[in-house]
Nanobody, 111 residues
Framework: VQLQASGGGVVEAGGSLTLSCAAS????????IDWYRQAPGKQGGLVAS???????YYVDSVKGRFIISRLNAMDKVFLQMNDLKPEDTGVYYC??????WGQGTQVTVSS
């Protein structure tokens, strides 16, 4: 399985971005996909996830601002990020369960 994240960029606080995670290979082996954020000098952490069945999960800091969705089974997973804050800055990785990592995409939110 290969995962490729895209859609990052530089945006002002209050702006929006939509990240995409494209999966290829044995997509049927992916049970869920997480969006994980690694910020400079900080411990990385889960931002949102979605199961193959479509059940979403959000950490408290992004609830009401971010929306995770998927296309077909797990061909693509999107993270729509609204009302972005400087603390949302970081490299965003999509991670497929059981254990697939892709390259990240940089999101920078300026104040």
């Amino acid at each position: 399985v290969q995962l490729q994240a895209s859609g990052g960029g530089v945006v002002e606080a209050g702006g929006s971005l939509t990240l995409s995670c494209a999966a290829s290979g044995n997509i049927g082996s992916i049970n869920a996909i997480d969006w994980y954020r690694q910020a400079p000098g900080k411990q990385g952490g889960l931002v949102a996830s979605i199961t193959r069945g479509g059940r979403p999960y959000y950490v408290d800091s992004v609830k009401g601002r971010f929306i995770i969705s998927r296309l077909n089974a797990m061909d693509k997973v999107f993270l729509q990020m609204n009302d972005l804050k400087p603390e949302d800055t970081g490299v965003y990785y999509c991670i497929g369960h059981p254990s697939y990592w892709g390259q990240g995409t940089q999101v920078t939110v300026s104040s």
